[in-house]
């Protein structure tokens, strides 16, 4: 079941850019909740090879900064920005920090945690680097928890699962 308004969620980017999903993609996306400072953080090296490889095909990575895990995302947009080139070569687009949980949820994250992960729980965002895989049509198609690695072959058969071949 397609959620046909996810797409026209007002989003603002790192650099305070007003926009939506539309307007960044007409094609599949992977939304991922980031933090500079988390053990995690190495996943942003393969996120920015799945944006590379899959970019063509009409895949876009889209990173959310956030900082509601134990204040792992500290810095201000520039920081974010500058981290994330410098130490992770990173090229997608990145949004304003947001907040993922709580009373201040981002309308985005209020849809999204609507989606169950393999196992059916839906909810709450875990921690850092959770991710969701939205397909074209704009329907949320998976959900992988934190520590699933970007480049996991469940992630890469459900990204292959949306593209146009």
């Not at 590379?52 to 900064?65: D, M, S």
């Not at 969701?132 to 292959?160: C, H, K, Q, Y």
Request: glycine share 8%; aromatic share 6%; with cysteine.
């Amino acid at each position: 079941m397609a959620d046909a308004s996810l797409s026209d969620i007002p989003l603002t980017t790192l650099d305070g850019t007003p926009t939506n999903l539309a307007e960044i993609t007409d094609g599949a996306v992977l939304v991922v909740n980031v933090a500079s400072k988390c053990g995690l953080t190495p996943q942003y090296s393969a996120l920015e090879r799945l944006a590379q490889e899959y970019g063509r095909r009409g895949l876009t990575v889209i990173g959310v900064p956030c900082n509601q895990f134990m204040g792992q995302e500290p810095g201000s947009a520039e920081e974010i920005q500058t981290f994330c080139s410098q130490n992770y070569g990173v090229t997608f687009p990145l949004l304003a920090k947001t907040d993922v949980n709580g009373p201040d949820r981002h309308p985005l994250y209020v849809e999204l945690t609507k989606t169950p992960d393999a196992g059916g729980e839906a909810g709450d965002i875990q921690w850092n680097f959770e991710k969701f895989l939205i397909a074209p049509d704009g329907s949320v198609v998976n959900r992988f928890r934190p520590r699933t690695e970007p480049d996991a072959p469940e992630i890469i058969t459900a990204i292959e699962a949306v593209l146009p071949r």
